[in-house]
């Protein structure tokens, strides 16, 4: 099996945007984005695939809407002085500075569930990822379909404090047992 | 069994396996409720020597983190130096000179060496047979020296820079190696009459312990205790990374699933990588040691990076998340025996304690890689 047919399959699983990446340079062949739904059929697919899972983690964005919305405005702002300028150099008035619009609120930033699958036979590593709000983190738990996961998530909650659903015993496995910060967050201070 | 359990399920006692305890090799508690001789339910405990290695890579700059990768395996960190340069050469784009490969091969496949005779040695010592230690660490020192005069340390080593190695080899290197190789081709059928064909052992290990290969995938067990359930699942063979696809070798891979399974791919596996190094002295090139140009301060372009390495008990692989700072923004470790001691509550129930511990020695637990 190669990451083409495995791709057709999760395609017809229902699941939205899988990505092919170049292994050489990134080390996985599928990167694909789901939403929390449909996790477990995902999932599923891989399993009856005969996939091995090799681990799951997370990863905080905190911060990237800030970034994304700076990002779009030094954008803007370029645009208008090149346009000004522009303007100058064409002996016409310069266009009046336009006041900043208004900006809503900024959308909030996510908590990433990473997970890793390989095969024994076919060179095929799998990356499923994803995204929940960083105030509600919940994913569903996958432990009943991978028992080896149940280690997984309870290291992923321990660090990030993403809370998977259904799980059968989410106690901390690393930290000590009464346990109740999140060290990987990225506002977590010691 | 189950029917046993039932109807006795007010006369099972809770036994604490551990955390000092020296068939737990390091600080492992397994939390066993038994009835009688038998295991009902068994529950590692974990994280007394949790360090956060993890926090520990979001803290420094990707060089900093180098020395953190030989303190997780303390018995084969080279070959988690391997993964974590790997990967990040792999993210910077940096290419390294052929005969830097070859030492980083030379050394890792010794340094597999050193750690399966200690896994031997104590392995035997767990199921009470004393002096194959001592054998065992005879041979193993040999390794270490060789090792201390490349890399300047025997046991945490941090020899592998992005771009190649720090230290090019001494004369003296080459034909030690060669020496060695020959003693311990020597002295491997003396292991195998002393102790594989000891029937005291053979009594122990044979179909004591069995994990299914589905056990396997749905717990993500890799390494020997894969190859000993009869999946032929080798990071070396199956995705080929440094000069891995020049040398010519096996994976031993065993279908009984059982403990002497497992033994038998370790014990086969040192025989392989005496291969693989007599191949790469045999073929060393000349050359630099390390890269020309890797930039003093690295930044890594932003993006998603994975990089995997066959330890002496499987699959290492690393994740790195790069912001194209000069500092890692994520970097998950996925340590194998992580993995494989996961499965070991569902194999061992309904097993006798020692038993048990026959199957957990024949995982080869390293703690600190575990709690990481």
Redesign the interface.
């Known amino acids: 099996m190669n990451g083409g047919a495995i791709k057709e399959k999760l395609a017809a699983g229902g699941v939205l945007a899988v990505n092919e990446t170049e292994y050489a340079r990134k080390g996985f062949a599928l990167d694909m984005q789901v939403a929390p739904e449909q996790l477990l059929a995902a999932i599923s697919v891989l399993d009856a695939a005969g996939f091995f899972i090799e681990a799951i983690t997370g990863v905080d964005w905190l911060g990237e809407q800030a970034a994304l919305r700076k990002e779009a405005e030094t954008k803007a702002a370029t645009a208008a002085k090149a346009k000004a300028e522009a303007a100058v150099a064409a002996g016409e008035e310069p266009p009046p500075i336009e006041p900043a619009t208004e900006q809503g609120e900024l959308a909030e930033d996510a908590l990433e569930a990473v997970y890793d699958f390989n095969h024994y036979e076919a060179l095929c590593r799998v990356t499923i990822r994803t995204r929940v709000p960083r105030s509600k983190p919940e994913v569903p738990t996958i432990s009943s379909i991978y028992p080896g996961a149940n280690w997984h998530e309870r290291e992923t909650h321990d660090f990030f404090g993403i809370t998977f659903v259904g799980h059968p015993c989410l106690v901390p496995l690393l930290l000590p047992e009464d346990a109740d910060f999140h060290p990987l967050l990225k506002d977590f201070l010691p | 069994m189950s029917a046993l359990i039932q109807s006795q399920a007010n006369e099972t006692f809770v036994l604490n396996l551990g955390p000092q305890h020296p068939a737990t090799h390091g600080v492992l508690r397994v939390k066993l409720t038994m009835d009688g001789e038998y295991i009902v339910e068994a529950e590692p405990v974990?994280?007394y020597i949790?360090r956060?290695h993890?926090?520990m890579g979001?803290n420094r700059t990707w060089a900093q983190f180098l020395p953190n990768t030989g303190r997780m395996d303390y018995l084969h960190a080279l070959a988690f130096n391997h993964g974590y340069v790997a990967?990040v050469e792999?993210a910077a784009g940096i290419t390294v000179p052929e005969r830097a490969e070859y030492l980083r091969v030379i050394t890792t496949e010794l340094n597999r060496v050193s750690s399966h005779l200690l896994w031997f040695g104590a392995f035997i010592l767990d199921l009470g047979g004393f002096s194959p230690l001592l054998y065992a660490f005879d041979d193993r020192e040999h390794i270490l020296d060789l090792l201390e005069s490349v890399t300047g340390s025997r046991l945490t080593y941090c020899y592998f820079r992005f771009g190649g190695v720090y230290n090019d080899i001494d004369d003296n290197f080459v034909p030690g190696a060669r020496a060695f190789i020959k003693r311990l081709r020597e002295r491997m059928p003396m292991y195998h009459n002393l102790v594989t064909k000891n029937i005291i052992l053979m009594k122990r290990l044979q179909e004591v312990g069995p994990i299914s290969a589905e056990m396997?995938?749905?717990?993500?067990?890799t390494g020997p205790v894969?190859r000993g359930s009869g999946?032929?699942?080798d990071v070396r063979k199956?995705?080929p990374y440094s000069i891995y696809p020049e040398m010519d070798f096996e994976v031993p891979v065993y279908e009984q699933g059982d403990s002497m399974a497992r033994y038998m791919v370790r014990m086969d596996e040192i025989e392989q990588s005496l291969r693989i190094v007599e191949q790469a002295l045999d073929k060393l090139p000349e050359g630099p040691v390390m890269a020309e140009k890797v930039p003093k301060i690295l930044k890594p372009p932003k993006?998603?990076?994975?990089?995997?390495v066959e330890t002496a008990r499987g699959?290492f692989?690393v994740?790195a998340?790069s912001d194209g700072g000069n500092i890692p923004?994520?970097l998950?470790l996925?340590s194998p025996t992580?993995?494989n001691l996961?499965?070991f509550g569902?194999a061992c129930r309904g097993m006798l304690l020692p038993d048990a511990l026959a199957l957990m020695g024949s995982l080869d637990l390293v703690i600190p890689e575990i709690?990481?």
Request: hydrophobic content about 25%; charged content about 35%.
């Open positions: 974990l994280g949790h956060m993890e926090k979001e990967l792999r396997c995938r749905k717990y993500g067990a894969c999946i032929n699942f199956h995705e993006g998603d990076y994975y990089h995997a699959s692989g994740r998340v923004y994520r998950k996925r992580f993995s996961s499965l569902e709690d990481r």
